[in-house]
């Protein structure tokens, strides 16, 4: 038993000092994918921003509105859309102007930059986007729900309010919590692949 016992505690001991070395060129076989997915996912964000904003003039352009507050409601929704998107797409940028093989360090820098900006979008910048969208939504409003009975006003204003609540709080959460960790275990990569380099060179 004494035996087992010095053998299981050798295994221990090994477990804790073998350290496994991957590869700078296998961490950034693993970083290639991880940023393409980050590339796609943000290319896929802005696709949908400026989807919603066709969609939205499309019905101000075929529908016709006598309201000068649904007018102003449906400009102030484009308008906050097209600036969220414009936000968006030049995050994208940051991470997709460079070729991250020719040079990982500086390529770190702008992944740290873009962890930045992804925070600042989703705290300060997503506020001034939720609370122009909610004004927009309310003015427009101001002449659609006229014509409907005050129990479908009721459950239309209601959704609403539920669906901005909801992506103001849960979802943005969530989104920002999977956002972070992605995009520090993708620093932490390169950190290792710069660290690599500098050791070989």
């Excluded at 309201?67 to 859309?81: A, C, K, N, Y």
């Excluded at 940051?94 to 991250?100: A, E, T, W």
């Excluded at 427009?140 to 129990?151: A, D, M, R, S």
């Amino acid at each position: 038993m004494q035996e087992f016992d010095h053998i299981e505690a050798l295994w221990a001991k090994a477990k804790h000092t073998v350290d496994v070395k991957i590869s700078a060129d296998e961490m950034l076989r693993q970083a290639k994918k991880d940023v393409s997915a980050i590339r796609t996912k943000s290319l896929l964000n802005i696709l949908g921003m400026v989807s919603s904003i066709f969609a939205v003039a499309a019905v101000w352009i075929f529908l016709d509105f006598n309201s000068i507050f649904t007018h102003l409601g449906i400009s102030i929704i484009v308008l906050s859309i097209a600036v969220f998107t414009i936000i968006l797409y030049n995050n994208h940028r940051v991470i997709s102007r460079k070729d991250f093989t020719e040079n990982p360090h500086t390529f770190l820098l702008n992944l740290k930059l873009y962890q930045i900006q992804r925070h600042q979008l989703y705290n300060r910048l997503y506020w001034f986007y939720a609370v122009s969208l909610s004004m927009g939504m309310a003015l427009y409003f101001v002449e659609i729900l006229t014509n409907l009975t005050p129990w479908l006003q009721g459950l239309i204003l209601g959704l609403s309010f539920g669906w901005i609540v909801l992506c103001s709080t849960i979802i943005r959460k969530a989104v920002m919590k999977r956002d972070k960790e992605r995009i520090a275990l993708l620093i932490e990569k390169f950190e290792r692949v710069s660290k690599q380099f500098k050791d070989t060179e």
